[in-house]
């Protein structure tokens, strides 16, 4: 599928989401670990901003470190106020630059990430189901930073609501977006699954 025209909506989507949240909702955890739901939007900015050229430049200027990329790149688009930081996101909305790697990663990016923000405010949203099964099938192969195959690994993985089931083992099944988010190591959909290979899955990091 191509994936931009399904980026800029769930971008659209996530900022209308964000629109008129408390001061206090800001600063909420969300499910992507040490990252308040701010800096989770900030991320998003800055990986929208970046070329594969913009991204070496940076590995190189932060000794090859890929958590001081990341961490830069949230403290210069968070802006001084959340509103800077909600402006800063609706720039890019229609941006097609990404760091280098595969064209599903963003898709999963900004699919994952949204949830990671909407499940922490409450907010449900749904998403294409095309578009969920597409990150599904990429993470499943991969452990490319986030090691999904690995945490996948000797368990069959079975959506409830979509025709897609991936591995062999004790099976997990559930809503085809709460495997992707378990499969990015987002233990809170962990609650959402059932079957004998939950504990498994939950088990490891």
């Known amino acids: 599928m191509d994936i931009w025209p399904t980026v800029h909506a769930e971008r659209k989507a996530l900022a209308a989401d964000l629109r008129g949240l408390g001061a206090g909702d800001w600063d909420r955890p ?8 701010r800096d989770v939007l900030a991320h998003m900015t800055s990986a929208a901003k970046l070329t594969p050229t913009a ?9 090859f470190s890929f958590d001081k ?15 800077d930081t909600l402006a800063n996101f609706e720039s890019v909305q229609t941006s097609v630059k990404h760091p ?7 898709l999963g990016e900004t699919i994952v990430h949204s949830e990671d923000i909407r499940r922490a405010l409450g907010i449900e ?20 930073l986030i090691g999904a195959k690995r945490r996948i690994s000797g368990l ?3 959506a409830t609501d979509a025709d897609w089931t991936t591995g062999t083992g004790p ?10 988010m378990a ?9 959402d699954l059932t079957g004998e290979g939950v504990a498994a899955l939950r088990s490891r990091s």
């Open 171 to 180: 099976e997990v099944s559930g809503p085809i977006l709460s495997l992707v």
């Open 69 to 83: 990329v990341q961490e830069q790149g949230v403290a210069a688009q968070r802006g001084a106020t959340p509103a």
């Open 183 to 191: 499969m990015t190591g987002r233990k809170a959909a962990d609650d």
């Open 30 to 37: 969300s499910l992507c670990a040490d990252w308040t739901v």
């Open 125 to 144: 949203h749904k998403y294409p189901a095309e578009a969920v099964v597409t990150v599904a099938d990429f993470y499943k192969g991969s452990n490319l």
């Open 55 to 63: 991204f070496f430049g940076k590995m190189i200027g932060s000794g």
């Open 100 to 106: 280098p790697g595969p064209t599903q990663t963003w």
């Open 156 to 158: 069959t993985l079975r």
